[in-house]
């Protein structure tokens, strides 16, 4: 069924959201080059807590200003889900979506990106009914995983997962998490484990890499070794979302267990022996080879 259709009409859906996170005190929106007309609602939030909430104009932008004080990203996750919550509680549920934004896209800000390729992310996840989607990494980026880098000469890819730094979720994909907030500061494994296992359990499974819309990581990706106030390191966040996947599948859908999206998930790439993890190492060795000879 098309998005757009007598079936469902377009104001039936709520425009879609996109959060760009910000120090509160350097330019808003510094990367994001304004260069068309947003066919979205913008969230600026001030991770240092340093601004005052509510709607306000930036850089001619129309703007909800969110602000709290948080070590990491799994925190924007959480106060965006609780605003959404508080902001939606009258609204009437419209049809499939129900009172969520079509998309909630929420973006680190050190990536280096467009308004204009923001709505062709938006109009590609529409067109291709994604559930959730990210644009692609250029290969000059800082990266954790290679396979988020640009590939040329193709619109998109089917990927298991998309990392934090930039991700579009399903409205109600997105609030289906909620719960799985409240306490991970980090945001490991709400990627990795938690929204995959959702889109599973929802029917939501369309995921995708976008090489026709291509960003720029501008910072060095940080190490997950530090210890948040909560006692616990990103890879410990990490591990207890990944047991709480394996509980939901466990309770709510045990044939998950003999696919293969569940072997790729939690015991391929969990359990690498020797020869992958020498094969990774290779073919990152190559990657960094075949860039620098560019």
Request: neutral net charge; glycine residues 6%.
């Amino acid at each position: 069924m098309s998005l757009y259709s007598e079936d469902r009409p377009r104001d039936a859906v709520r425009r879609p959201l996109v959060l760009v996170s910000w120090d509160g005190v350097s330019l808003p929106l510094g990367l994001v080059h304004l260069d068309a007309t947003p066919e979205f609602d913008w969230v600026l939030f001030d991770y240092i807590g340093r601004q005052a909430p509510g709607p306000r104009e930036l850089r001619g932008q129309a703007v909800t200003v969110l602000a709290a004080a948080t070590e990491c990203k799994g925190e924007i996750f959480k106060h965006l889900a609780d605003h959404l919550a508080a902001t939606t509680a009258d609204v009437e549920p419209n049809v499939g979506n129900g009172p969520w934004p079509e998309y909630v896209g929420i973006i680190d800000d050190d990536i280096l990106l467009s308004v204009a390729q923001i709505n062709t992310a938006l109009h590609l996840g529409r067109c291709e009914r994604l559930d959730v989607f990210s644009p692609s990494l250029s290969h000059d980026s800082p990266y954790s995983h290679h396979w988020m880098r640009h590939q040329p000469h193709r619109i998109y890819r089917e990927v298991d997962w998309v990392e934090v730094m930039m991700p579009f979720y399903r409205g109600d994909l997105f609030m289906a998490a909620r719960a799985h907030y409240q306490d991970n500061i980090s945001s490991w494994g709400l990627d990795r484990f938690m929204i995959p296992t959702l889109q599973q359990l929802r029917g939501q499974t369309r995921t995708a890499l976008l090489d026709a819309v291509m960003a720029s990581h501008r910072r060095p990706v940080t190490s997950g070794g530090k210890v948040y106030r909560n006692g616990r390191t990103a890879w410990e966040e990490r591990q207890i979302l990944r047991q709480a996947s394996l509980d939901l599948i466990a309770r709510e859908a045990p044939q998950l267990v003999d696919t293969a999206w569940y072997h790729r998930s939690f015991v391929r790439r969990e359990t690498p022996n020797r020869w992958v993890r020498w094969k990774r190492r290779i073919a990152r060795v190559v990657a960094d080879w075949l860039d620098d000879c560019r």
